[in-house]
Nanobody, 126 residues
Framework: QVQLVESGGGLAQSGGSLRLSCAAS????????MGWYRQAPGKERESVAL???????????DYADSVKGRFTISRDNAKNTVYLQMNSLKAEDTAVYYC????????????????WGKGTLVTVSS
């Protein structure tokens, strides 16, 4: 009923930038928290950045300590899309990045269910 489709991954050099996008589609009533997780080889999936829907002009964001000051999360509520601008990339940012969203859809309203994208690979060369 809900799909998350990521785009924007790829190869970047250390110190470079990439921008990830994730669009939610389907029988959506409301998208609440959206965000990004990542999983590096041999490691557990970890939260990178989350953004909680506020009013029309404000949202609250939370970042992992390892990306604070380098990554910026934003969202376009009209498009049900979340973005992750990644600057000053480091080799340790290499991972598969997964989009996450809490979505209330026609079959679940008013309850929100958790959805995940299939992941997009980000590789940072040193």
């Amino acid at each position: 009923q809900v799909q998350l489709v990521e785009s924007g991954g790829g190869l970047a050099q250390s110190g470079g930038s990439l921008r990830l996008s994730c669009a939610a589609s389907g029988s959506i009533v409301s998208v609440r928290t959206m965000g990004w997780y990542r999983q590096a080889p041999g490691k557990e999936r970890e939260s990178v950045a989350l953004i909680i829907r506020g009013d029309a002009t404000n949202s609250a964001a939370d970042y992992a300590d390892s990306v604070k000051g380098r990554f910026t999360i934003s969202r376009d509520n009209a498009k049900n899309t979340v973005y992750l601008q990644m600057n000053s990339l480091k080799a340790e940012d290499t991972a598969v990045y997964y989009c996450y969203a809490e979505v209330a859809h026609r079959g679940s309203w008013p309850t929100a269910e958790n959805y995940w994208g299939k992941g997009t690979l980000v590789t940072v060369s040193s």
